[in-house]
C-alpha cells in the first residue's frame, strides 16, 4: 500500500467554524486522491453540523456550525471515514481534451520557457502536450484547473511582476504546475497559450466541463483553428 494511504491525519482549529484535515506535506495525486475520496464520503453522508467541505491538494477544510458539533466530534468522524477509505468508491476519472494554440500572440512567454530550459519552441509544445495532467482542484478564479504532471523540464518560476489582466483561455506554466485561466483576470504565470474553449459559464448547466481529479491533455492546434474553434464557441 502507498506510503501516503497510511499518513495519518493532522486537524487544525481554524476560528470557531472550520476545522482543517492535512494530510502529509507534499503534492502527491495519492494523498490528493485520499482527500477527494473522504469528502466525497463526507458530502454523500454529511456529519451533523458540516456546513461545507473544501478539498484542496492535500487538504481538506471542513465548515461547521459550532452550535450543533465540536472539532472533537468531527475529528472522530473523519477518522472513522478514513479507516473506511478502501470502502469508498469515487466518480472514474474523465480525460478532458483541450485544443491550444501555442506561442505567438497567445503565448508571449514561450520563448521565456524555452530559453530557459535550452530547448526550442517546438520542443516546449512537444513537452507540454504530452502529458495526461492530474486536476488537482480548481481555483482561484471559477474554472481554473490546478494540474500536476508538467515534466520537470518545463518547470519555470512565475513572472517577477504579475499582469494585471491574463486574457481568458490562456495556458501558463508556474513553477511545476501548469493552468488554464477560464475568466480574464490578474496573474502571474507564464503564458505559453491559448485555448478558444470556454471553461467557465454560468449559463451552462455543468459551468465547468471538469472536475478534480478528473484529467487534462492538451492538444496543440493552428492559429486558423483557433478561431474556427473560438467562432463555434461563439455560437448560441
Same mark, same amino acid.
Given at each position: 500500500?502507498?506510503?501516503?494511504?497510511?499518513?495519518?491525519?493532522?486537524?487544525?482549529?481554524?476560528?470557531?467554524?472550520?476545522?482543517?484535515?492535512?494530510?502529509?506535506?507534499? !503534492?502527491?495525486?495519492?494523498?490528493?486522491?485520499?482527500?477527494?475520496?473522504?469528502?466525497?464520503?463526507?458530502? $454523500?453522508?454529511?456529519?451533523?453540523?458540516?456546513?461545507?467541505?473544501?478539498?484542496?491538494?492535500?487538504?481538506?477544510?471542513?465548515?461547521?456550525?459550532?452550535?450543533?458539533?465540536?472539532?472533537?466530534?468531527?475529528?472522530?468522524?473523519?477518522?472513522? /471515514?478514513?479507516? $473506511?477509505?478502501?470502502?469508498?468508491?469515487?466518480?472514474?476519472?474523465?480525460?478532458?481534451? !483541450?485544443?491550444?494554440?501555442?506561442?505567438?500572440?497567445?503565448?508571449?512567454?514561450?520563448?521565456?520557457?524555452?530559453?530557459?530550459?535550452? /530547448?526550442?519552441?517546438?520542443?516546449?509544445?512537444?513537452?507540454?502536450?504530452?502529458?495526461?495532467?492530474? !486536476?488537482?482542484?480548481?481555483?482561484?478564479?471559477?474554472?481554473?484547473?490546478?494540474?500536476?504532471?508538467?515534466?520537470?523540464?518545463?518547470?519555470?518560476?512565475?513572472?517577477?511582476?504579475?499582469?494585471?489582466?491574463?486574457?481568458?483561455?490562456?495556458?501558463?506554466?508556474?513553477?511545476?504546475?501548469?493552468?488554464?485561466?477560464?475568466?480574464?483576470?490578474?496573474?502571474?504565470?507564464?503564458?505559453?497559450?491559448?485555448?478558444?474553449?470556454?471553461?467557465?459559464?454560468?449559463?451552462?448547466?455543468?459551468?465547468?466541463?471538469?472536475?478534480?481529479?478528473?484529467?487534462?491533455?492538451?492538444?496543440?492546434?493552428?492559429?486558423?483553428?483557433?478561431?474556427?474553434?473560438?467562432?463555434?464557441?461563439?455560437?448560441?
Amino acid at each position: 500500500m502507498h506510503s501516503a494511504l497510511l499518513e495519518n491525519a493532522h486537524f487544525r482549529t481554524v476560528g470557531d467554524r472550520g476545522l482543517l484535515v492535512e494530510y502529509g506535506n507534499a !503534492i502527491d495525486p495519492v494523498v490528493n486522491q485520499k482527500v477527494r475520496s473522504i469528502s466525497v464520503a463526507a458530502e $454523500k453522508n454529511m456529519p451533523p453540523g458540516v456546513v461545507e467541505i473544501v478539498p484542496a491538494y492535500r487538504s481538506m477544510m471542513i465548515l461547521y456550525d459550532p452550535s450543533v458539533t465540536t472539532p472533537k466530534d468531527l475529528q472522530d468522524a473523519f477518522i472513522s /471515514l478514513e479507516k $473506511k477509505l478502501h470502502d469508498i468508491v469515487i466518480p472514474v476519472p474523465r480525460t478532458v481534451t !483541450i485544443p491550444v494554440c501555442y506561442g505567438g500572440e497567445f503565448g508571449p512567454d514561450i520563448q521565456v520557457v524555452a530559453e530557459s530550459h535550452a /530547448l526550442s519552441i517546438p520542443d516546449v509544445i512537444r513537452l507540454h502536450s504530452q502529458p495526461e495532467y492530474i !486536476i488537482y482542484i480548481i481555483g482561484f478564479s471559477p474554472g481554473f484547473p490546478f494540474l500536476g504532471g508538467l515534466p520537470k523540464e518545463l518547470h519555470t518560476p512565475r513572472l517577477k511582476t504579475p499582469r494585471t489582466a491574463v486574457p481568458q483561455g490562456s495556458v501558463a506554466i508556474a513553477n511545476e504546475q501548469t493552468g488554464i485561466y477560464s475568466v480574464e483576470s490578474p496573474g502571474g504565470w507564464q503564458l505559453i497559450g491559448r485555448t478558444p474553449l470556454k471553461l467557465f459559464d454560468p449559463a451552462r448547466p455543468h459551468p465547468i466541463p471538469y472536475h478534480p481529479g478528473d484529467l487534462i491533455r492538451f492538444v496543440s492546434i493552428s492559429h486558423d483553428k483557433y478561431f474556427q474553434l473560438l467562432e463555434k464557441e461563439s455560437m448560441p
